[in-house]
């Protein structure tokens, strides 16, 4: 439904959920795979496990988180305008994974797109999201950041394969005319460092051949180096930004919820900006990196411990390939306690979903009878015409 843009309107956060897939591989199991070694990896990461994949895909890590989200906000899909869902690892090249969960979650009155920022993704689907709104175009949008990295790793070059880990989390976003939600956005590039963390192959320069794939250049390559001396100033710089362009004093931030990539990154961004531990949430030590999962993975664990609560001011930072960054500035307004999930409500998600799923499988054998019978006439007619003739 389309909001009303005569006032000034906010994008308020009204829903949060994540997913991990169960499946855990610690720093000790990575070390029977690649030379490396649980203190080695602690000592330069904080990394101690992360969550793989196994049966799991983009769609169905990004449909769990938004469920959850969905459940807190309590509302039914189709009040939904607008899914993005920011990720690097889509489940194909087109159509766009937001249209798979779109879909699944039984959001027809939705738009639905994805976004490709790498680790700054969903800080970037926030700001257009929130954007969205605030003009009036729509008003509940559905953000997501969902992430399969294990998937596009090189399991033997221990420089990458021990960073990242697979996960989804999402918000949903609601407008109104009361001051509060998302305050500020600040979103940054800097093409010229593109090929400091790159995936190398799969798009129009290096399309899939034999060559691409023998030399591993569908897998992350990074310059671990340069990224670290990058993330380390964009970090602080973009966190300022926000705060200042909400019009929110530094002393006055509650919680920076940073990208999780790197202990020591986090650790740096917060001496700088002369934070206190219990302003800074992390938790990189379980997960690893996500991508564009991190920062909602960790906002909604945030809510969890119970770190986050109303009137908080709060900046979601990001950073990653492109180079890119982005910041968020957030000023919290509901109560994070959550209604419990009863059986009641829960038969109701389950009768739900499991209608969504039935109707997209009706359309689908629709489609093919109606191609089937198109057929069909086309070549009845094709037959008349020629006997005409």
């Not at 990242?164 to 600040?186: C, E, I, K, M, Q």
């Amino acid at each position: 439904m389309a909001a009303n843009n005569q006032t000034q309107r906010y994008a308020h956060i009204i829903g949060w959920g994540k997913y991990a897939p169960p499946n855990t591989l610690t720093n000790d199991e990575l070390a029977k795979r690649v030379d490396t070694s649980d203190a080695w990896i602690r000592e330069r990461t904080g990394i101690v496990e992360r969550r793989i994949a196994t049966k799991e895909t983009t769609a169905t890590l990004a449909l769990y988180a938004a469920q959850d989200a969905l459940e807190v906000a309590d509302i039914d899909p189709k009040e939904i305008d607008l899914v993005i869902v920011a990720t690097s690892t889509p489940e194909y090249v087109f159509p766009a994974t937001a249209s798979i969960v779109q879909d699944q979650l039984g959001a027809e009155n939705a738009g639905a797109f994805d976004l490709s920022a790498a680790c700054s993704g969903f800080v970037y689907a926030l700001s257009v999201g929130a954007g969205m709104i605030r003009s009036g175009q729509h008003n509940t949008v559905l953000v997501i950041g969902a992430e399969t990295f294990s998937r596009i790793v090189n399991w033997k070059d221990r420089a990458t394969c021990v960073l990242f880990g697979d996960g989804a989390g999402a918000l949903l976003l609601r407008g109104s005319p009361h001051y509060g939600g998302v305050l500020s956005t600040v979103l940054g590039s800097d093409g010229s460092g593109s090929e400091l963390l790159i995936v190398p192959a799969g798009g129009s320069k290096n399309p899939a051949s034999l060559e691409t794939v023998m030399n591993n250049m569908h897998t992350v390559k990074m310059n671990g180096r340069e990224v670290y001396r990058f993330a380390t100033r964009v970090m602080v710089d973009a966190t300022k930004q926000a705060l200042q362009k909400a019009n929110v004093p530094l002393e006055e931030l509650d919680m920076l919820i940073p990208h999780q990539a790197n202990a020591r990154i986090i650790d740096y961004a917060a001496k700088s900006l002369h934070l206190p531990p219990e302003k800074v949430f992390q938790n990189v030590e379980h997960y690893g990196n996500t991508s564009a999962a991190s920062i909602p993975i960790a906002l909604v664990e945030a809510i969890e411990a119970k770190r986050v609560h109303p009137g908080d001011h709060l900046v979601m930072v990001g950073f990653g390939g492109g180079l890119s960054w982005g910041s968020c500035a957030v000023q919290w307004t509901i109560p994070t306690v959550t209604r419990p999930m009863t059986p009641q409500r829960a038969a109701q998600s389950r009768l739900r979903y499991r209608w969504s799923n039935f109707k997209s499988f009706g359309h689908r054998v629709l489609r093919r009878v109606d191609s089937g019978v198109s057929k069909v006439l086309d070549r009845l007619e094709g037959e008349n015409n020629g006997n005409g003739a």
